[in-house]
């Protein structure tokens, strides 16, 4: 568990115990049990920092890790706190550099009206100034001083690094590094093969592409945590945005569209490591698409192919 915007030192104890506790939730206990891992031997150390208020924040890669360019660095940026990126609520800016050069190879813009920013002893969601909305969050010559720092935490660790930072009054923090775990994990469908699934024909959605892979099912439609079950295998998960709660659902779907959400969103990293196709940010998928549609998915493209009634599913 993560506790934000902790301040004195009685509930600073309290937010470490709580920390420790969180080792024995029913989902860290069923991933040790699925893992084999004994839960007596496993440990927790508690990270206690500073509180960056983040005017601009984001999570970045210093390879993509959709694996189809290691020479290629990946930067994702939302207004204000960035548990909003990660959590997939909102889609963010997407930067793309030539990781040696820092040469900017291609800037997506995203239009944002909310953002997460603290308030008080906890965080509240806050409205984006409308003049900012449709702003880049980051100018050119901000992206490339933050790639500067990624090159160094790339060199210094000589492995693809996933890096989440912070940016408040003209200086960047870099809040957490670790080593990228999906590179060359994504498994490339074939589309005939497996499922003969089409790859071409009526686009009715494009997105971001996630997770690589070709994927043809039925589209189930899930608002809350409370309609997993509605979820069979093979099935095409839809929903404005995953959490870790939605797990057991995306291990059954053999694809995931999102409304929201970017590359470092939860939909696309749990299905990178899972190894299944998957289109985030495409906007308006749980309003065009209607439960029981037959679709596919092309993770490889960002796009959701209109499937055909004669599809093999």
Known sequence: ETFLNIKGEANLLS???????SLFTPRAIFYREEKNYDHFKVSLAVVVQEMVQSEISGIAFTNDPMGRDKHKMIIEAVWGLGEYAVQG??????????????EILEIEK?????????????????????F???????KDVKIKELAKILQKIHAHYYFPQDVE????RSKFYIIQVRPITTLNSGKEFDAVKANNAPTS??????????SPGIST????IITNVKQIAKIKKGDILVAKMTSPDYVPAMKQASGIITDEGGVTSHAAIVSRELGIACVVGTGEATKILKDGMVVTVNGKEGIVIKGRESSKI
């Not at 470490?16 to 506790?21: E, I, L, M």
């Not at 609520?89 to 820092?102: A, I």
């Not at 024909?201 to 996630?210: D, M, R």
């Open 110 to 130: 995203h239009s944002q009206k909310v953002q997460l920013v603290r308030a008080g002893n906890g965080s509240k969601e806050k409205s984006v100034s409308r």
């Open 217 to 220: 099912g039925r589209v189930k």
């Open 201 to 210: 024909g009526e686009i009715i959605l494009k997105g971001q592409s996630a």
């Open 165 to 168: 930072w912070a940016y408040r």
């Open 15 to 21: 937010a470490v115990r709580k920390c420790w506790a």
């Open 132 to 138: 900012r909305q449709d702003k880049q969050k980051l």
């Open 89 to 102: 609520t909102v889609t963010p800016d997407r930067y793309e550099l030539e990781r040696h050069s820092l």
